[in-house]
C-alpha cells in the first residue's frame, strides 16, 4: 500500500497513511482482497460493516470500484452484515444501514437477502433478539458458539468506544449473547451492537481512525492502562487484528516507548 508506514504494537499491525484519502482507499483494497479470498476458499464472504463517518470514503471507492471492471467483486456472494447500529429506521439520517445503502450497498449488484441488518427500527430488545436468530442461521451455530466473520470493519470513538461498546455501559461485560440492546446513557438512547465475544470470534478485525481528537486514544488503546478502554479489548481470539489510521491520529504514536 502505496505511502504507508507500518508500526507494530503488541497485538496490532498499524497501518498509518498520509491522509483520509489514502485511507479510504486502503481500507476499499482490504475489503476486496478479504472478500476475493473468502469466496476462492470457501465461496462466500460475510463481513460486518463500521458505522460513522470515517469508512463512507472507504465504501464509496469500493462502490466506484467494486461493481465493475477489473476490481468487479462478487457481490452476489457478500454478506454484509453490521457491527452495530442506531436504534432508528434505515431512512433516519443517523442510520448505519442508511449510510452503508447511499454510500455503498444502492451502488453495488449486491442481492437485498444479502444485507443483514440490525434491525434498528424494531424495539432494541425485539432487534437484538432478530439480529441474534440471523447470526445463528447464517453462520448454522449450536449453542455458545460465535460468528466467525472473514472481516469485521470497527472505528474508534474519542472516548475509547468501538461498535455501540462505549465505557460504563452493560454491554461490555456481556459474555454470552451475540448482539445486544444497550442504554447508553451519554446519548440518552439505546443502541445495538456485537458483543466482544462476537467481535472476537472474527478471522480479521480493522479498525478504521481518521482525526487528531482521537490521536490520545489511539495511544491509550494500542497500549491499554487498566482500565482498558473498550476498544483495547477487542482482540481476536483466532484473528489478525488490524489498524488503518491516517497521520493526524497517529500523532501521538512516535512519544511511544
Ligand atoms: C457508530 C459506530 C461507532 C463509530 C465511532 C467512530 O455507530 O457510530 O459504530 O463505533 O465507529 O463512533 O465514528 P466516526 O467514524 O464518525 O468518528
Known sequence: MSGARLLHFSRSEVRVFPDPVALGLAVADEFARVANEAVAARGQCAVALAGGSTPKQAYSNLAAAGSSGARKLPW????????????????????????????????VPIPPANIHSLHGGDPPEVAALK??????????????????????????????????????TDALSEASRLVCANWVSKLNAHRLTFTFPTLNAASEILFTASGAEKAEMLREVLQPKTPAPPAARVSPKNGKLMWFVDETVASRLGEMP
Open 76 to 107: 452476489e456472494r457478500i454478506h454484509v452484515f453490521f457491527s452495530d447500529e442506531r436504534c432508528v429506521p434505515p431512512a433516519h439520517p443517523d442510520s448505519n444501514l442508511g449510510m452503508a445503502r447511499l454510500s455503498l450497498l444502492d451502488r
Open 131 to 168: 439480529a441474534e436468530e440471523d447470526l445463528r442461521r447464517f453462520f448454522h451455530l449450536g449453542p455458545g458458539e460465535f460468528p466467525r466473520f472473514d472481516l469485521v470493519m470497527l472505528g474508534l470513538g474519542s472516548d475509547g468506544h468501538t461498535a455501540s461498546l462505549f465505557p460504563g
